[in-house]
């Protein structure tokens, strides 16, 4: 079995079709305990679902079977898919989950968010059972070394984020902020950091709607706001200049009819929308409507990536790192695949000892020369152990043969010295 990284992501998809394969909290268990079939060929994995990406991490000879169960669950034509799709194999899906988990895959170049979301991701997995040995290892390793860049380099330094960005664009569209009236749609991370980023600027108003209302309550008494329930947000959204929505709703929760009603109570005055959700809180079509300014998660991602080219230093420093961790996570790979070999050499020399052993024994018990039943013992017992190692030496290559003579005399390689 292999490791292997199938999925999708910003820079492979737009959208509106990363929001067709998305995975919601409450399904994830049994997606991953449907993946990870009995006799089937997946042996581990866990799936990251975020805005920006849908990525299945597992343990298989198979992939194909990963990307086509991607498309079946989601009931999408699998050529739908498949262009957007990559396939990344042992070393490139270590390096991949490396770079996504120190923030270098990101829309926002260092942004944290994605580090919860992969504990989160490692959690549902441990959960359904479908994490392994292998995969523990490797989000291990990517936690390690996502601190190690975080700490040791400037990577996560002056980066401009999604809700600094949202700040940014309303600022264009307002005349300040500070005069508005913002309401929040729902109370995750992402609601939390807008929220942070809008009530510095001092607004007007601030309201957070909530599906469970006691997580709006404490959200709002944070901010100095009011709360109100989801369902009282088509009488309630003519009220404000300003909405940020990011929910985990499989369907939009706003469309465009309460849009047009929404203009018609404001007199056609503009209402600035951001959307930060995957799949999307709002309909795609509001974006073609006169007086709404509609803003994705991927329209943000592009004013945030200003600045990177300023970090390319950093950037460089953090792809060193990985790339040692992506050394020393092979290694551990290649010393895993060689355990059964090694285990079943060790059974084999044990067995030959008990072997020759018991021969001795009943010799000396028949009253053989002590003497002469250790030599015979002795002599046996090396034949019988370097039968293997010489065989697989007169059956090598010539370059092999070099290298294995070197590792068995102790004997430090070439490429060691050097």
Same mark, same amino acid.
């Given at each position: $079995?292999? #490791?292997?990284?199938?999925? %999708?992501?910003? /820079?492979?998809?737009?959208?509106?079709?990363?929001?067709?394969? &998305?995975?919601?909290?409450?399904?994830?268990?049994?997606?991953?305990?449907?993946?990870?079939?009995?006799?089937?060929?997946?042996?581990?994995?866990?799936?990251?679902?975020t805005c920006n990406r849908t990525e299945i991490y597992c343990s298989t000879n198979d992939p194909q079977f990963?990307?086509?169960?991607?498309?079946?669950?989601?009931?999408?034509?699998?050529?739908?898919?498949?262009?957007y799709l990559y396939t990344l194999p042992s070393e490139a899906a270590a390096r991949h989950a490396f770079r996504v988990g120190s923030g270098?895959?990101? $829309?926002? #170049?260092?942004?944290?968010? %994605?580090?919860? /979301?992969?504990?989160?991701?490692?959690?549902?997995?441990?959960? &359904?059972?479908t994490l392994g040995s292998l995969l523990h290892k490797l989000f291990q390793r990517t936690f390690s070394i996502a601190k190690k860049v975080r700490s040791e380099t400037e990577i996560g330094a002056s980066s401009v984020s999604m809700a600094a960005a949202a700040v940014g664009l309303a600022e264009r569209l307002f005349p300040s902020v500070s005069e508005q009236r913002v309401l929040f749609v729902g109370a995750g991370e992402m609601i939390e950091l807008c929220a942070a980023h809008f009530c510095a600027r001092k607004p007007r108003t601030v309201s957070f709607a909530n599906r469970t209302q006691a997580r709006g309550q404490l959200l709002a008494a944070r901010h100095g706001g009011s709360a109100m329930s989801l369902a009282d947000l088509p009488d309630r959204l003519p009220d404000y200049d300003i909405v940020v929505t990011c929910t985990a709703s499989q369907l939009p929760i706003i469309g465009k009819g309460l849009l047009e009603r929404t203009l018609k109570a404001r007199r056609r005055k503009p209402v600035f929308i951001v959307d930060l959700?995957?799949?999307?809180?709002?309909?795609?079509?509001?974006?073609?409507?006169?007086?709404?300014?509609?803003?994705?998660?991927?329209?943000?991602?592009?004013?945030?990536?200003?600045?990177?080219?300023?970090?390319?230093?950093?950037?460089?420093?953090?792809?060193?790192?990985?790339?040692?961790?992506?050394?020393?996570?092979?290694?551990?790979?290649?010393a895993r695949d060689l355990v059964p070999a090694i285990r079943t050499l060790r059974d084999e020399a044990e067995r030959a000892r008990q072997r020759e052993v018991e021969q001795?024994?009943?010799?000396?018990?028949?009253?053989?020369d002590a003497g002469q039943v250790i030599e015979r013992l002795s002599r046996s017992l090396t034949n019988k152990l370097l039968h293997a190692p010489s065989h697989a030496l007169n059956n090598l290559g010539e370059c092999s043969r070099d290298e294995l003579v070197q590792l068995l005399s102790g004997r430090p390689r070439t490429s060691d010295r050097s």
């Open positions: $079995m292999q #490791l292997y990284a199938v999925g %999708i992501n910003h /820079q492979s998809a737009p959208i509106k079709v990363r929001e067709r394969v &998305a995975f919601d909290a409450e399904t994830m268990g049994g997606a991953l305990r449907s993946l990870v079939e009995t006799g089937g060929p997946i042996r581990e994995a866990a799936i990251l679902s990963a990307s086509g169960w991607l498309a079946d669950y989601h009931k999408l034509e699998r050529d739908t898919l498949t262009p270098l895959d990101s $829309m926002v #170049l260092g942004e944290p968010q %994605i580090l919860g /979301q992969l504990k989160q991701a490692v959690r549902s997995a441990e959960h &359904a059972g959700a995957v799949p999307r809180d709002v309909e795609a079509e509001a974006a073609t409507m006169d007086d709404v300014f509609l803003y994705t998660v991927d329209d943000l991602g592009e004013i945030a990536k200003q600045g990177r080219d300023a970090r390319a230093g950093a950037v460089e420093d953090a792809e060193a790192i990985i790339s040692l961790g992506v050394s020393d996570f092979m290694n551990w790979v290649s001795a024994l009943r010799r000396l018990t028949l009253g053989d």
